[in-house]
């Protein structure tokens, strides 16, 4: 039977806090349960598992990110929207380690679309509003470029890559934002006019699909 006064959002709220004092490897049933005061089996009325809880973590997160984006984009375009956007990111990456750790889990087909996921998707292209980049597919090759310049940099400093060099990050990010600026104001021409290329090789068969 549940317990009284547990709920999924309340275990999630919790698994996030726990998430980022300790890590989302800290994020298990067992801890949440002694936190509680209760026996381990109790949560499972209203969780899955310790899979489940980081899942729910992860959806959360991916929540949040999307809100506190949308918001810093209000009413900008060009390069203070890439500022806005990069740095709101960072933010929340810095002020919650655990739960932006937890954002980068990879999610199945159905947990990713039920997600804030598409809103991200919807706030990149916000974000490209601002620049001469029309074409559907070189749109979404623009969207590529910068997430991975992005996240990577907040993944990177997360890990400490930084910590050992000079100067310090704070100008790096002034230059990320310059570098995405500039290249999405120059954006190369497409050089060609093909189609996306057939999902089946040149033998005409369907590739290997991932189970």
């Given at each position: 039977?549940?317990?009284?006064?547990?709920?999924?959002?309340?275990?999630?709220?919790?698994?996030?806090?726990?998430?980022?004092?300790?890590?989302?490897?800290?994020?298990?049933?067992?801890?949440?349960?002694?936190?509680?005061?209760?026996?381990?089996?109790?949560?499972?009325?209203?969780?899955?598992?310790?899979?489940?809880?980081?899942?729910?973590?992860?959806?959360?997160?991916?929540?949040?990110?999307?809100?506190?984006?949308?918001?810093?984009?209000?009413?900008?375009?060009?390069?203070?929207?890439?500022?806005?956007?990069?740095?709101?990111?960072?933010?929340?990456?810095?002020?919650?380690?655990?739960?932006?750790?937890?954002?980068?889990?990879?999610?199945?087909?159905?947990?990713?679309?039920?997600?804030?996921?598409?809103?991200?998707?919807?706030?990149l292209r916000a974000v490209l509003r601002g620049y001469d980049i029309t074409d559907p597919a070189e749109t979404v090759h623009a969207i590529r470029v910068l997430s991975a310049l992005v996240v990577g940099m907040v993944d990177l400093e997360a890990a400490g890559s930084f910590d050992h060099s000079r100067p310090g990050t704070d100008r790096s990010w002034e230059r990320v934002v310059d570098v995405l600026d500039t290249t999405l104001r120059t954006w190369p021409p497409v050089h060609h006019t093909d189609p996306d290329p057939d999902p089946r090789d040149r033998h005409g068969l369907e590739p290997t699909r991932a189970r």
């Open positions: 039977m549940p317990r009284a006064g547990l709920t999924p959002d309340i275990l999630t709220t919790a698994a996030a806090e726990l998430a980022d004092a300790e890590g989302i490897d800290a994020v298990t049933v067992t801890t949440l349960a002694r936190r509680f005061g209760v026996s381990t089996p109790s949560l499972y009325a209203h969780v899955g598992g310790t899979q489940d809880l980081r899942v729910r973590v992860a959806v959360l997160a991916i929540g949040e990110i999307a809100d506190r984006v949308a918001e810093a984009l209000a009413g900008r375009s060009g390069r203070d929207a890439v500022e806005a956007l990069a740095l709101t990111i960072r933010t929340y990456a810095r002020t919650h380690p655990g739960r932006y750790a937890a954002s980068r889990t990879p999610l199945d087909t159905k947990t990713a679309e039920a997600s804030a996921g598409p809103r991200h998707a919807a706030l």
